[in-house]
Nanobody, 120 residues
């Protein structure tokens, strides 16, 4: 059993900052790629940023220069530092991870989501 638990969402004014965290726990042997996605009601989930186990990163064009993804492999945690937030960043944010369990199986896991609201 593997769980991803997000924290750090909330309400912030436009131009402000938030830092999201996502901790993986459970029967984990190894963690590969981790990432952050976001979703508006009735729309497809979109990639925000991803990071490999080696630290290579990829960002959506809409957040480049404003958001930074990082990870602490010792803590099985991925972070998303969000600066210069805009009202259009108001969405539910989900973390994901490609994880090998102690049984030797790779699988894809999602967190439960955390709401980010940016007021104008």
């Amino acid at each position: 059993q593997v769980q991803l638990v997000e924290s750090g969402g909330g309400l912030v004014q436009a131009g402000g900052s938030l830092r999201l965290s996502c901790a993986a726990s459970g029967s984990i042997f190894s963690i590969g790629r981790m990432g952050w996605y976001r979703q508006a009601p009735g729309k497809q989930r979109e990639m925000v940023a991803t990071i490999t186990s080696g630290g290579s990163t990829n960002y959506a064009d809409s957040v480049k220069g404003r958001f930074t993804i990082s990870r602490d492999n010792a803590k099985n945690t991925v972070y998303l530092q969000m600066n210069s937030l805009k009202p259009e960043d108001t969405l539910v944010y989900y973390c994901d991870g490609v994880i090998m369990t102690t049984s030797g199986n790779w699988d894809h896991y999602w967190g439960q989501g955390t709401q980010v609201t940016v007021s104008s």
